[in-house]
Nanobody, 115 residues
Framework: QVQLVESGGGLVQPGGSLRLSCAAS????????MGWYRQAPGKQRELVAL???????NYADSVKGRFTISRDNAKNTVELQMNSLKPEDTAVYYC?????????WGQGTQITVSS
């Protein structure tokens, strides 16, 4: 059974930082591209950051220079360090594992950026 479990969400003030973590089980983690997506109310889910199985990274323009994605294949985890958070970063953040033929999703964790 595949599980992606996110943690680290919450309420933070503008300019603050949060670190999201996603623990994966039931997959050969190192084979999968791992990503973080987010969905704000009334909007479509969008890619935030992606880290390939080989380690290359890709970011949405809106988070470049503020967010950093990393993975630990020994621990089967992927993390998203979020700095200089803005109110427009408020959304539910989802962990994603993308294989050749399958996609797996976590349950999501809420990030609210507000003073």
């Amino acid at each position: 059974q595949v599980q992606l479990v996110e943690s680290g969400g919450g309420l933070v003030q503008p300019g603050g930082s949060l670190r999201l973590s996603c623990a994966a089980s039931g997959i050969i983690f190192s084979f999968y591209h791992m990503g973080w997506y987010r969905q704000a109310p009334g909007k479509q889910r969008e890619l935030v950051a992606l880290i390939a199985s080989a380690g290359s990274t890709n970011y949405a323009d809106s988070v470049k220079g503020r967010f950093t994605i990393s993975r630990d294949n020994a621990k089967n985890t992927v993390e998203l360090q979020m700095n200089s958070l803005k109110p427009e970063d408020t959304a539910v953040y989802y962990c994603n594992a993308k294989g050749t033929w399958v996609d797996y999703w976590g349950q999501g964790t809420q990030i609210t950026v507000s003073s």
